[in-house]
């Protein structure tokens, strides 16, 4: 498995990635990665399965979430349904820039719960983004920049007052060149030997400090992100092949099938294997 960093090309004069699904491609989205929160709406379809760090939540045709920044996520969906799908994915310098205190952000917009919690905040968020679809779709001009930054700062203000939560206590200058740098050798070296006190000597800092800068950017610990992009490449094989746990596991970077089964069922509730006799039908080998 490759979990890839998403360079984001943003529109021009703009701060921020839009994209539409295309409807004669999947809807299938490989992890990836990018430093920007994203904000998707999914506006018909059906039943859409996204991974956010290894945590699986369905999406249904109405909902809108967020994807925090240097989450590893994708997403899965059927074959036949007709997908549509558009969001954004804000520069995190302007987003930074025109409110400082959003670089404490943990966004908590996720679908229908999120529209219980807050609806007005969700329906509002819901036509803003609409509004932008509609102005972009028409072709970009000077007057139509205007009004598509005054619907993007709606966005902004609706989601600081209802759907973000303080992410850390600590004054720790924040590194993301660092860990930026170490997610991607982990995403590229998994099945190695790797712990934190490797990756740190590897990159000349200590681990306390490598930790701190995980758990500042991520939310997690250096050992919980290596395990977690194990246990992510282990469900990949476990529903798109036929090989055996004991191969899954080695190439999945854990010691034995032994301790893969323990990280495995602590992760997903089921061992691998009961995990893939419930959902491997739903994948093509």
Partial sequence: MTITHETVQLLPRLPFKYYEHDPLTSIDVAPHWHEGIELNYLLAGDELHFVTDGQTTLYHPGDLWAINRR???????SATADWQEFGLIIDDDFLQEQLPASSNWQVTLAGEHSA?????A???IRQELLAIRTLIQQGLSDTRRLLIMSHLYRIIVALDDHYTVPINTQKISPNSNLTDSVMTYINQHFAEELTGTHLAKQFHVSLTTLNQQFNKNLQMSISHYIRLVRL???RRLLLETNQKVTFIASSSGFANDKTLNRNFKAWKGLTPGEYRQAYARYHQK
């Fill in 116 to 120: 219980i919690d807050a609806p007005e």
């Fill in 232 to 234: 992510m490449n282990a």
């Fill in 122 to 124: 969700y329906q509002e």
């Fill in 71 to 77: 989450v590893v996520h994708s997403a899965t969906g």
